[in-house]
Nanobody, 123 residues
Framework: QVQLVESGGGLVQAGGSLRLSCAAS????????MGWFRQAPGKEREFVAA????????DYADSVKARFTISRDNAKNTLYLQMNSLKPEDTAVYYC????????????????WGQGTQVTVSS
C-alpha cells in the first residue's frame, strides 16, 4: 500500500502562485510515475501533469503548460507542483496519484490517490 498526503492549497488572487506538495509513504520503492489531477465543481477529474520517478520525463495538460511545473524529490518521496500565473479556471481540488506500472506518457490508470487539497483562485 501507498499513502499520499497533499498540502499547500489555499486561496490566491489571479496571477498569483502556489506550490503543492504530495508526500508519499509506504511501498514507494517501485514507483513508475506520479501525477497531479484536479476536479472543479460539476466537472470530471482531469489530468494536470505527470513525472517519471526515475530518469527524465514530464508531461503537462495544454491548459497548464508554461504556467505549472511538476518536480520530485526522490530522497524525500515528495512530489511538487509549482503553479504560477494562476487563473480563476484553475480553481479545483488537486489530487496527487502514484503508480508502479505504465507506458509513458502516463495520464490515466493511477492506482493510489491522495485525499486532495483545495485551490481557489479569485478574480
Amino acid at each position: 500500500q501507498v499513502q499520499l498526503v497533499e498540502s499547500g492549497g489555499g486561496l490566491v488572487q489571479a496571477g498569483g502562485s502556489l506550490r503543492l506538495s504530495c508526500a508519499a509513504s509506504g511501498r514507494t520503492f517501485s514507483v513508475y510515475a506520479m501525477g497531479w489531477f484536479r476536479q472543479a465543481p460539476g466537472k470530471e477529474r482531469e489530468f494536470v501533469a505527470a513525472i517519471k520517478w526515475s530518469g527524465r520525463g514530464t508531461d503537462y495538460a495544454d491548459s497548464v503548460k508554461a504556467r505549472f511545473t511538476i518536480s520530485r524529490d526522490n530522497a524525500k518521496n515528495t512530489l511538487y507542483l509549482q503553479m504560477n500565473s494562476l487563473k480563476p479556471e484553475d480553481t479545483a481540488v488537486y489530487y496527487c496519484a502514484i503508480d508502479s506500472y505504465g507506458v509513458w506518457p502516463k495520464r490515466t490508470g493511477y492506482a493510489y490517490w491522495g485525499q486532495g487539497t483545495q485551490v481557489t483562485v479569485s478574480s
